[in-house]
């Protein structure tokens, strides 16, 4: 091996006590060996010399040793003469020179070469915490937008849960509303049903039965404006548990986002949970960009303001809707109790006026019943009379001869007995029309006294209904809050 400035035919390299031994004769060493140099420099074998004679070497024999690397012999041989085996003063001062160019060289390039690696390590080490405070920057700017969007969601999910609750709220009353309307229909269904129980002309479609047929149509149709209500509601709130399934599992995604990049924000050069993952960043196992994230959210939020939107109009349309119905309900209510009042009021004053016309028809069948028993009196009365007159005109047929004479007793008793015939024949007519008047009077007592009981019984279906009407339910119970 060559040694640094020093020459290969320097006379101590083959001295037997050489610190360095030879090298081994190998190919490799023969082959791969370069002679170190400092950059900008020469061989330092290029000082060497050139009164330097060439060495004379003996011709090769068979008895020689073979030499592998093909150098020349470092001991001079015993022919050659002292004087050729030494340098001359400049050389030595010029070897000199060289070797301490060479060092103050090996040294500048040493210091500038810790001083390029001192500066390089600092500009590395400064780069390295640039950047690693760049991430930790990065994270928590990222936490930060991960703080105001969780934010806004857990805001926004709470307005979608009280909207919820409200809606929910709307839609019970409702329901409570429909329920509450089916008393009242079937009130007003009993009452059509009792009111056909009437009997004869008072079997008449009048105000108190259009009113409850009207009353009927209009709770069937409020109870089902309200079940339809109910169903949109029903519909909305899926809509609603779906936007609210949404936020909070996008909800639940930022916390864990959170919790991770908080975990992340908290490292440092001496935290112990750090370690060597290769290949990590070239792995992407991403599946947004930040637009595309802050979008997702946005987009959550708009459809669960959407949601909360379409539900407080559903929840105003509910409100409206069960104000208009439960005033329409009282108003036709009302319209029917005094339907039936009147009604009512009209058949009690028919029934009192038959009843009072059934007074006088009995007292006139009363009087009528007199006159016939003094007719047949004076019937009976007139009849002796009559018997008087004719036996006398009998027994003055008996008369002899001349004595049948027309005289003022013939024709006086004559005129008697025609006189009490007429008046017999005049009573017995008139007896026989207070016969007729009587049946008559009988008659249309028994036509009121029929009439009465049909009054009656219409007073009494009536008067029934209305107790039954005496109960509706209350305004808060018609809009559902009780």
């Known amino acids: 091996m060559e040694f640094l400035g020093t020459t290969q035919l320097a006379s101590y390299c083959g001295r037997k006590n050489c610190l360095f031994p030879d090298l081994a004769p190998t190919s490799t060493t023969k082959d791969t060996y370069q002679p170190y140099c400092l950059p900008g420099y020469r061989y330092l074998s290029s000082w060497r010399p050139g009164l330097l004679h060439k060495v004379v070497l003996d011709p090769v024999s068979s008895d020689k040793p073979f030499n592998p690397s093909g150098r020349p012999p ?30 103050e060289a090996s040294r500048y390039c040493a210091g500038r070469l810790t001083a390029d690696s001192t500066r390089l390590m600092q500009n590395k080490d400064q ?152 290949g990590v960043e070239k792995a992407d196992g991403t599946v947004s960009i930040p637009a595309t994230w802050a979008k997702f959210s946005e987009d959550n939020i708009r459809c669960s303001q959407h949601a909360r939107a379409n539900s407080a109009k559903l929840r105003e349309d509910a409100e409206v809707r069960l104000e208009i119905i439960s005033e329409e309900m009282w108003n036709h209510f009302i319209s029917t109790n005094l339907a039936f009042n009147n009604r009512i009021a009209e058949v009690a004053d028919a029934k009192n006026k038959l009843q009072a016309q059934l007074a006088k028809i009995l007292q006139e069948i009363f009087q009528t019943e007199d006159t016939i028993m003094l007719l047949e009196r004076s019937i009976k009365a007139k009849e002796y009379p009559l018997k008087v007159a004719q036996t ?47 049946q008559m009077l009988i008659l249309n007592k028994s036509n009121l006294e029929h009439e009465i009981s049909v009054k009656a019984n219409s007073f009494f279906i009536d008067k029934k209904c209305m107790d039954m009407r005496k109960v509706f339910p209350s305004t808060p119970r018609l809009i559902g809050y009780t």
Not at 74 to 100: F, G, I
Not at 211 to 221: A, G, P, R, S, T
Request: with cysteine.
């Open 74 to 103: 470092t001991v001079l041989p015993a022919l050659r003469s002292s004087l050729h085996a030494r340098y001359s003063p400049r050389d030595w001062h010029h070897a000199n020179m060289v070797q301490l160019k060479g060092s």
């Open 392 to 438: 006398r005109l009998e027994g003055r047929t008996k008369r002899p001869n001349i004595e049948l004479c027309c005289d003022a007793p013939q024709l006086q008793l004559v005129t008697e007995v025609h006189t009490i015939d007429d008046t017999l024949q005049t009573l017995k007519r008139r007896l026989q029309e207070a016969h007729d008047t009587l």
């Open 127 to 278: 780069l390295t915490y640039q950047m690693q405070e760049d991430s930790r920057r990065n994270l928590g700017e990222r936490i930060s937008n991960i703080d105001f969007w969780r934010s806004e969601l857990v805001y926004e999910l709470e307005c979608l849960l009280k909207e919820t609750q409200a809606l929910e709220t709307a839609k019970q009353r409702l329901e409570r509303a429909a329920d509450e309307m089916q008393g009242p229909l079937k009130t007003a269904l009993e009452c059509l049903y009792h009111r056909e129980m009437r009997k004869g002309i008072d079997l008449v479609h009048d105000d108190v039965e259009k009113n409850l047929i009207k009353e009927v149509d209009v709770f069937k149709d409020c109870q089902e404006i309200l079940t339809k209500l109910a169903q949109k509601i029903n519909q909305q709130l899926g809509i609603n548990r779906d936007a609210q399934h949404a936020l909070e599992q996008d909800l639940s995604d930022k916390n864990s986002a959170c919790f991770i990049d908080e975990k992340c924000f908290n490292l440092n050069n001496t935290s112990n949970s750090i370690n060597f993952y290769h």
